[in-house]
């Protein structure tokens, strides 16, 4: 695997401490970024080989870079720290080792859900084979394991919102959403999911906290239908019901106060949400 910096040398480009971005939704206020790069170098600063198969998206923060990889059999789960600058390894952190890697979707791997920066620490999750917090020199602070059976491997990344991390943990039976204390990896709660009455239950989306009327909620799509939840208790606030959506990918995005989310396979229906309302 290949990894690209492709920044123009005259812009300081943003933090991108989590999966889309400084707020999960994609944006950012850098301007006059390259729109185009190839192999003969245009815009492309360094390119180093990255041992190893993962999805992950690279995150950056105080001119280092993060991310994670998997030995193609999935027994060595690992972090890489890389100086933005040159490419230049700076940490190669093995955070779990297996006797047998899991079952993983021909199109995944062992590797793809996204790290998240903090300025202090990293945040790595690796699906039901471990989530796990870095400091930023590179040593273990907590490792934790949550059970599930996400059916085609890890998809979805964490977010973090205060000193919570949220991860969606949907899989083939007993989905929950769970929100781990940051700094010790203990969970705060634990909470199943609506039964939506569709027979797949695994989804691979990414939890986006948003703020309403000075208080926040979580919301998380999951197989049948999207679910938002007290940030402080996980008790479920609302959920709304979409046909035939199982597999869910997307993250949700908010903005003109409602959240838009996207169900999936077998049927993909876009929804425009007013997230004040209620229950079901």
Known sequence: ALILLSLSATITAQDWPQFRGPDGQGHTSVKNLPLAWNDDSDNIEWKVPIEGLGWSSPV???NRVWLTTASEDGT???ALCLDAGTGKKIHDVEIFQREKGGKIHKKNSHASPTPILDGERVYLH???YGTA???????VLWRRTLRYSHVHGPGGSPALVGDSLIISCDGAKDPFVVALNCKTGKPR??????????RRKFAFSTPLAIELKGEQQVVSP????????HLGTGRSLWHVRYPGGYSVVPRPVFGHGLVFVSSSFDKATLLAIRPDG???
């Not at 917090?133 to 040593?139: A, F, V």
Request: net charge negative; aromatic share 8%.
């Open 76 to 78: 060595s789960l690992r």
């Open 60 to 62: 950056i923060a105080d």
């Open 126 to 128: 690796f699906g039901t």
């Open 278 to 280: 209620k229950g079901d």
């Open 189 to 198: 709660w634990k909470t199943p999911r609506e039964d939506h009455g569709d």
């Open 222 to 229: 999951g197989a049948g239908g999207v679910s938002s939840y």
């Open 133 to 139: 917090c870095l400091s930023d020199e590179g040593k």
